[in-house]
């Protein structure tokens, strides 16, 4: 089992700049969640799945965030237009069988935007 | 709504000593609770979980925490401390049975001194 598998582990980007962040879940598991974690404000859930669906979108922040899960194996957080308020370490987690069984945590992705 | 109250943003604690990290969370409903920890430039880590039955949950590396329905708190705690347990201690809940969110306290920080 390779874990949750994150990729790039660190961008650095400019403003104005298209960022994507992309995450591979465990095998099997069918709920996968984005949170991002800043000094300021801890950990916060942008948005989870289910079986691919967006069950919760009310945390992501603006409009330029979107989130997408094409299939059980992957998804992809997409910021346009980047902005350096974006700077936060992204994490991707995921579970089967509901949050009793708690989440397994990516390593996240050091987001920098100038 | 479901939140959670770590009181701790820090907690310096001599190795080998006892440490307590509290936490309070607030529900209308029913919950599960969680403890993770993230050490440096890793993503978080299920340490112990409570779902229901027996208060006191033990967990991984010595750790264990007390449900208190009464105090609405569960407190993670440790009787002896390596250097090894410094790391950021983030407690969490759930609400039973509605979805698959998990809510992150903030984090406590806990600094072993030599």
């Known amino acids: 089992d390779a874990g949750v598998i994150q990729s790039p582990r660190h961008e650095v980007t400019e403003m104005g700049q298209e960022v994507t962040l992309r995450c591979k879940p465990i095998?099997?598991?069918?709920?996968l969640f984005w949170y991002r974690q800043t000094m300021m404000r801890g950990l916060e859930l942008l948005i989870y799945f289910n079986n691919n669906v967006p069950i919760d979108d009310s945390g992501m922040p603006e409009d330029r965030f979107s989130a997408k899960m094409p299939n059980a194996s992957f998804s992809t957080l997409k910021i346009q237009p980047s902005e350096p308020r974006d700077s936060a370490v992204y994490f991707c987690a995921s579970t089967s069988m509901g949050a009793a069984r708690g989440y397994t945590f990516g390593s996240g992705t050091r987001l920098t935007v100038v | 709504a479901q939140s959670v109250t770590q009181l701790d943003s820090q907690v310096p604690v001599f190795e080998e000593a006892p440490v307590e990290l509290r936490c309070n969370y607030s529900s209308s409903v029913s919950v599960y609770l969680f403890w993770y920890v993230q050490y440096p430039n890793q993503g978080l880590q299920l340490l112990l979980k409570y779902l229901s039955g027996s208060t006191l949950v033990k967990g991984i590396n010595g750790f264990e925490a007390e449900f208190n329905k009464s105090q609405t708190s569960f407190h993670l705690r440790k009787p002896s401390v390596h250097i090894s347990d410094t790391a950021e201690y983030f407690c969490a809940v759930s609400a039973l049975n509605r979805d698959d969110k998990i809510i992150f306290g903030k984090g406590t920080r806990l600094h072993i001194l030599p």
């Open positions: 095998s099997g598991h069918n709920s």
